[in-house]
Nanobody, 121 residues
Framework: QVQLVESGGGLVQAGGSLRLACAAS????????MDWFRQAPGKEREFVAG????????FYADSVKGRFTISRDNAKNTMYLQMTSLKPEDTAVYYC??????????????WGQGTQVTVSS
């Protein structure tokens, strides 16, 4: 059974940092792109960052560019999101997802359960 488990969320003050992890199990995902999304209360889920199968290319939403860094360790079947200079508007539940392709296609077969990130002002 395929499973994605996010971890690393929590409460942090504005300007602080957090590192999220997404551990995949049940199959090998090193041939697929992976992405981070987030959903704030009362808002739609939005794309945050994406990474190709090899980690050679990364993509970011304008709102996080320069502050967040996505990476992956295929040997560990794990993806990361290093978040710095956090702002209250970054508060959301963060989800990871496995793309259907080696490059971002916008189509996903598997999602994690989410991890809460709360940034206080």
């Amino acid at each position: 059974q395929v499973q994605l488990v996010e971890s690393g969320g929590g409460l942090v003050q504005a300007g602080g940092s957090l590192r999220l992890a997404c551990a995949a199990s049940g199959r090998t995902f090193n041939r697929y792109a992976m992405d981070w999304f987030r959903q704030a209360p009362g808002k739609e889920r939005e794309f945050v960052a994406g990474i190709t199968w090899s980690g050679g290319s990364t993509f970011y939403a304008d709102s996080v560019k320069g502050r967040f860094t996505i990476s992956r360790d295929n040997a560990k079947n794990t993806m990361y999101l290093q978040m710095t200079s956090l702002k209250p508007e970054d508060t959301a539940v963060y989800y990871c997802a496995i793309d259907r392709s080696s490059w971002p296609s916008g189509e996903y077969d598997y999602w994690g359960q989410g991890t809460q990130v709360t940034v206080s002002s």
